[in-house]
């Protein structure tokens, strides 16, 4: 997504452009690094936003970014301060009127690829709105931007780089006559009078004084200098946190000497349908490279479907009693959990199909997660969860399947997992149904990185095996790809294309 600019309210939009996250957690699933944050205050129209605006602009090659403006964190007006807004004689400059415990918050949770729940200002209105806006996927670099934004040490704390934007008082007055007439429906009289009572006097008690803690002072006009020095900072920075993932996953094998067993098949947290003949019929026919599409999506959808039940069987139950139609008793019983489908894109595909067979209503959601063309390494490219994950408290109680088709070198599993875990699902009601993992590899990261995730599939194959794939045009480079043997191929592109 790119910039956007103002909207209606006057409010300046989050800014968010996303290349996709790369790994922020290492092979054992924990995170390694936080979000790298930037922080950027100055008065008034001195240009925080011009500044913020053209770090992400030069950095729109790096993984997602985002801009995160104190003025969403407008304290909520009563109908006194309301009718003081419109006459101009509120002090919203003064540092009590941000809410600046739930500032922290949010940025506390970004920084630590949590999710959050930012709330939206109108500067028209002059008041927060209904709204809130879910904030995850995108935040390896937030540029958090607002007059006070180096005023509280809680906050200050959590930056990576402090930026101070200086600007000459007539210019900012003359930049905030014009903005505010044009963007936030104001006057001329308005304006002065609100900057005189207000503005100035807080620039010089509260504002300006904080330029003591930026790491660089940047000029508020004709700073392009300035700018590219910061942006080639954060490219240095962040240069550093490459990770060099598949490769080293691949190698995973069983720790023997922890005393687990060499074969995935026997683990307690790996769920191997039996191998029926029924079954081992429709792995042959999902095997055989010259099946045509059409049964091959026939065969994968009751697979999908087998693999569902077999999973639905390690959720909770609870007895219940029913009245037959013949007036008797019988006793039995009935699901008792919250379930939701998450799917990795696109492969998780087929899976979701079969679990919308199984429950019936159950809320889906999606994690788009693919390759960097250039490195291999997996990316987070797109999040769009179920809403009973968006919220902590409603996310710890429900149980998640989570679907893929294959588990190779489990950088996408992974990946997912800690998606899931970042918005508070518990690691033990994680379900990943698949429908073949290999025995080195993937199950042995999830299994040390998160044991309390079941897995259920349908085959174990032996070999992981890592080749070379298709020439990438651009680079004239090859990168390394892995595939399970004898494997079933690349399930995603045989069901979709
Ligand atoms: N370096 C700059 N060069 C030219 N115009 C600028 C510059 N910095 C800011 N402006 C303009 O000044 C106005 C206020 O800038 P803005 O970044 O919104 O201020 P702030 O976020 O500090 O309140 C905008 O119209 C913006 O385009
Ligand atoms: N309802 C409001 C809320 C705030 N302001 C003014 O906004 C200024 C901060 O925003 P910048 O983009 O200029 O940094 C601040 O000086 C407040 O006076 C407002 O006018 N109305």
Redesign the pocket.
Known sequence: MLPTSPGVTGH?NHILTSHGRPPWYGPDGRAIHNAFVIGIA????????????KIVKALQSLPSILILSQDSFYRKHNEEELALAFANELDLDHPSAIDMEMFVQCLKDLKGYKQTHIPTYSFVSHQRLAETKYLYGASVIIAV?G?MALLDPALRDLYDLKIF?QCDSDLMLA??L??DIKERGRTVDGVLTQYLRFVKPAFDNFVGPTAKYADIIIP????MVAIDLVVNHVRRELAERHANFRAELSRAQPALEDGWDADVRNWPGVVLLRQTPQLRGIHTVLRDKTTSREDFIFFADRLATLVVERGMDLLPYVRDSVETPTGAMARGLKLDADVCGVSIIRAGGPLQAGVQRVLRDVPLGGLLIQSDPSTGEPLLLHSSLPRCLLHRNQASETHVFLLDTQIGTGAAALMAIRVLLDHGVQEGKIIFLTFLVSQQGGPNVLRRAFPQVRIVTSAVDDVLQSGWGALDEETGERRRVWKIVPGMGYIGDRYYL
């Open positions: 300046k100055g008065g008034s129209a001195s240009g925080k936003t011009f500044v913020a605006e931007e007059i934007v930049r905030r014009r903005r508020g006009a004709s700073n």
